[in-house]
């Protein structure tokens, strides 16, 4: 099989994803080396993430972040406990995960390379003109082919106009949208590792990014530099049960709510 075949197989796959456990790992820009463990679900879109980084606004605290039924969940571990009034958890609504530059919000507690759905961020190295096979190796124990190439905007662009079908231009406009969340600047490397039922095991993805600052009164609006990514996602356990829950209402204090009381008071 070509490499370009067994990649695009591999896509397919991705596309009867129903559930996901992975683990993401690497440099994200302004938040530093982190470690991530999620769960999610496709239908409807839930999520249930537990990360640690050594930068960003946290400086290495533990974030617990769920998103379910539009709404996002916070673990107090990252919040004031005195605001929260005792409550463990903080709710903000609408929270959106999973979908493009334009509709996720995570109210900036997540990196916005982590605001992407790992399984379509799985099927870009497809819009790859490129695409080479590396060699095998082995991931958590089972034997998987290992492919690299690079993707650019315009060649996400491309292959949305040239899919063959629905389904593979769906999978195109998904990658495109999520191609521009992540900041990417120019070039985009993406390692694939493929296993023996043509499934991904694990994706590598590395490019350097642009960042903004200003946008004020005071100072017009400037795109910048931004710090390299290097992240690593992979597929631990696929289409397995998977159940994401909003923490219990007595338990968790509403930013709405919250805000409200702080202009009043």
Same mark, same amino acid.
């Given at each position: 099989?070509?490499?370009?075949?067994?990649?695009?197989?591999?896509?397919?796959?991705?596309?009867?994803?129903?559930?996901?456990? !992975?683990?993401? =790992? *690497?440099?994200?820009?302004?938040?530093?080396?982190?470690?991530?463990?999620?769960?999610?679900?496709?239908?409807p879109m839930t999520m249930d993430m537990t990360m640690h980084a050594t930068d960003g606004r946290y *400086?290495?605290?533990?974030?617990?972040?769920?998103? +379910?039924?539009?709404?996002?969940?916070?673990?107090?571990?990252?919040?004031?406990?005195?605001?929260? &009034?005792?409550?463990? %958890?903080?709710?903000?609504? $609408?929270?959106?995960?999973?979908?493009?530059?334009?509709?996720?919000?995570? !109210?900036?507690l997540l990196p916005r390379q982590l605001e992407g759905n790992p399984v379509v961020q799985s099927a870009?190295?497809?819009?790859?003109?490129?695409?080479?096979?590396? *060699? =095998?190796e082995t991931i958590d124990g089972v034997p998987a082919t290992h492919y690299r190439g690079t993707v650019?905007? &315009?060649?996400?662009?491309?292959?949305?106009?040239?899919?063959?079908?629905?389904?593979?231009?769906?999978?195109?406009?998904?990658?495109?949208?999520?191609?521009?969340?992540?900041?990417?600047?120019? =070039?985009?490397?993406?390692?694939? %590792?493929?296993?023996?039922?043509?499934?991904?095991?694990?994706?590598?993805?590395?490019?350097?990014? !642009?960042?903004?600052?200003?946008?004020?009164?005071?100072? $017009?609006?400037?795109?910048?530099?931004?710090? $390299?990514?290097?992240?690593?996602?992979?597929?631990?356990? +696929?289409?397995?049960?998977? =159940?994401?829950?909003?923490? $219990?209402?007595?338990?968790?204090?509403?930013?709405?709510?919250?805000?409200?009381?702080? *202009?009043?008071?």
């Amino acid at each position: 099989m070509t490499p370009v075949k067994a990649v695009a197989k591999a896509a397919a796959s991705a596309g009867h994803i129903t559930s996901l456990h !992975y683990r993401v =790992t *690497g440099t994200v820009p302004e938040w530093g080396r982190l470690n991530a463990e999620a769960s999610m679900h496709t239908a409807p879109m839930t999520m249930d993430m537990t990360m640690h980084a050594t930068d960003g606004r946290y *400086g290495g605290s533990r974030l617990e972040i769920r998103f +379910v039924d539009g709404a996002m969940y916070v673990h107090r571990d990252v919040a004031d406990s005195g605001k929260l &009034k005792g409550a463990s %958890w903080l709710r903000a609504e $609408p929270g959106t995960w999973g979908s493009d530059l334009f509709d996720n919000n995570s !109210y900036g507690l997540l990196p916005r390379q982590l605001e992407g759905n790992p399984v379509v961020q799985s099927a870009m190295l497809t819009a790859s003109k490129d695409v080479r096979r590396i *060699g =095998t190796e082995t991931i958590d124990g089972v034997p998987a082919t290992h492919y690299r190439g690079t993707v650019t905007s &315009k060649g996400v662009r491309a292959a949305r106009d040239a899919a063959p079908d629905k389904a593979a231009r769906e999978r195109q406009i998904d990658s495109l949208g999520q191609f521009s969340a992540m900041r990417l600047d120019g =070039t985009l490397t993406m390692d694939l %590792w493929v296993g023996d039922d043509n499934r991904t095991k694990r994706f590598r993805m590395r490019s350097d990014t !642009y960042a903004s600052k200003g946008g004020t009164v005071d100072q $017009p609006l400037e795109i910048i530099d931004g710090e $390299p990514l290097d992240m690593t996602v992979t597929f631990l356990d +696929v289409n397995e049960p998977v =159940t994401v829950e909003a923490p $219990p209402a007595d338990d968790t204090a509403d930013l709405g709510e919250l805000a409200d009381e702080l *202009g009043t008071a």
